[in-house]
């Protein structure tokens, strides 16, 4: 049995085999691979197009995210309900209702950034899919009252930013990302921005918290899609010179003239522009937590990817000895706006069993009467049940579940949707709802009472498919938390839920279905 799936042929690098079914397993290759063929597979359209077909495409209109299949995953878990009693609230049945049931949370080393619902947007880069719909998600996430990351090689990308010296002095394309939030907070939620090594050398971080009142900033080792730094294409020659001029891996070089002749010529039509990866050390990782604090960043963060245990361990001791104020552990199988495909399938740790890991170093920490920073778990969550079993099984310390890609599909169906009702061409699937916004989209005469008439009309479009998908998830999460007799977030212990398999059990310490409860049951029989 083989756990990879799409093993070359896939629609993330939109490519297929000639024999359809009949292939092998672990090759992918067509069983029977004939002379003539054009080519339809991933070896194939590689014998031609060479390297761009390592990438899920189209770029700058996708997201991806694994198609491996692990052997131990969330749905390897049930979540427990009771018919006993009610926790965070009265034990009444008039009052014990699943609308009473409180999703509110906090992170920071003093728990002051209070979030409406557990949810953090992971980051969101330089990547055009993100650029192009970020009005959209960040406005989503203000009116939610959820945590956004702005993520990696946003200045560097912006073409009109003003570099001095080596150091981001202006970037529109920042400050903008940093207002669409903004303009929409209403004193729950937080946007941060994160910062790579280019980022770090150009100074971003601190152009963020002095120019553009930003308090929350996050340092990034990784993230689950890939273990490698940020990738983008670009579509000419001039952009290419202009980001190698920043610093940036650009291949091939556009500053050779060889290059340049056969771009020119048509021999290709993209660069690929490469990040650098990180250096890990201990007193460089203080010694920068410190001078961002400096900086007059009030919160400092540390975003961690699918690296191996004794990485993850790392993460956790200095976020505990620097009292970081968010720790997000990102597994494999993540979502990117691109990363290589077969390494987002073919590497690191998957989110479950980091969280596994994630949970026994921090119980050390507990133990020691150290101190333990607040925690977001990403990798692949979309819905409630999502949310609940990675509450669950990481209580007591992870607050928030990190979201990406689904955060931004609501964004960009909102805005797809949105903007056909509003010029009168409600897409077909829609149409039996009715004609106008507040009849299409479920939540949205709340949200214009909520923000009133005129800043509805102004609100981004897509903001409303991503408040609109929130609501429902939060819904869902408090009927789980009404079952299972929790009303708040706090209640939630890893004895909420169940291990459907001994290797579950014994891969996360969540006890055994057959074997909840036992100790009671005896004293209940007698």
């Not at 950034?113 to 650029?131: C, D, E, F, Q, R």
């Not at 690929?272 to 961002?292: K, P, Q, T």
């Amino acid at each position: 049995m083989s756990f990879s799936k799409g093993v070359n042929a896939t629609a993330a690098t939109m490519t297929r085999l000639r024999t359809g079914e009949s292939y092998c397993p672990f090759s992918g290759m067509c069983v029977t691979c004939l002379d003539g063929c054009p080519g339809l597979c991933e070896i194939g359209k590689s014998s031609v197009r060479g390297k761009e077909v390592l990438y899920p495409q189209p770029f700058g209109k996708t997201t991806s995210a694994s198609q491996k299949d692990y052997p131990v995953d969330y749905s390897h878990f049930n979540i427990l309900g009771t018919a006993v009693g009610a926790q965070g609230i009265e034990a009444d049945p008039d009052k014990a209702i699943f609308p009473a049931v409180s999703l509110e949370t906090a992170v920071g080393a003093r728990a002051d950034l209070k979030l409406n619902l557990p949810i953090v947007i992971a980051a969101m880069g330089s990547t055009n899919v993100a650029a192009n719909n970020w009005d959209h998600l960040a406005a989503g996430a203000a009116i939610s009252g959820v945590g956004i990351v702005i993520g990696e090689n946003v200045c560097a990308m912006d073409p009109n930013a003003e570099i001095k010296d080596g150091r981001v002095v202006h970037s529109p394309n920042l400050a903008r990302r940093v207002k669409d939030f903004q303009e929409w907070y209403s004193g729950r939620g937080f946007i941060a921005v994160q910062a790579n090594v280019e980022d770090t050398k150009l100074g971003v971080q601190e152009y963020a918290i002095e120019k553009l009142g930003v308090e929350a900033v996050e340092i990034k080792w990784g993230q689950g899609a890939k273990d490698i730094g940020g990738e983008v294409k670009l579509d000419s020659l001039e952009r290419a010179l202009q980001l190698k001029g920043r610093g940036y891996i650009v291949l091939p070089d556009p500053t050779d003239p060889k290059v340049q002749a056969a771009y020119r010529a048509g021999a290709f039509s993209e660069f690929e522009r490469h990040s650098r990866i990180g250096m890990v050390d201990y007193e460089s990782f203080m010694a920068r937590v410190e001078e961002l604090r400096r900086a007059g960043a009030k919160y400092v963060f540390l975003k961690t990817g699918a690296y191996r245990p004794a990485d993850l361990a790392r993460a956790v001791k200095y976020a505990s000895d620097a009292r970081l104020d968010l720790l997000t552990v990102d597994g494999a199988g993540g979502g990117t706006g691109m990363s290589p495909w077969r390494m987002m399938n073919e590497w690191g740790v998957p989110t479950l069993y980091l969280q596994a890991l994630l949970v026994k170093y921090l119980d050390k920490l507990a133990a020691r009467g150290a101190y333990v920073p607040p925690v977001a778990i990403a990798g692949g969550f979309t819905l409630e049940d999502h949310i609940f079993k990675g509450l669950a099984i990481g209580a007591p310390y992870v607050k928030a579940i990190g979201m990406a890609r689904s955060a931004l599909t609501a964004a960009m169906v909102g805005k797809t949707v949105g903007e056909a009702v509003k010029s009168g061409k409600v897409p077909n699937e829609y149409k039996k709802y009715g004609e106008s916004l507040e009849q299409v989209f479920i939540a949205a005469s709340e949200l214009k009472e909520k923000l009133g008439a005129e800043a509805f009309e102004r609100l981004p479009v897509g903001a409303i498919g991503v408040y609109t998908y929130f609501e429902r998830l939060a819904q869902g999460l408090r009927q789980f938390m009404c079952g299972a007799r929790k009303f708040a977030l706090s209640y939630i212990t890893r004895d909420d839920v169940t291990a459907l398999t001994r290797e579950a059990a014994e891969i996360t310490g969540i006890r055994y279905v057959m074997d909840v409860d036992a100790e009671e049951v005896e004293e209940i029989l007698g």
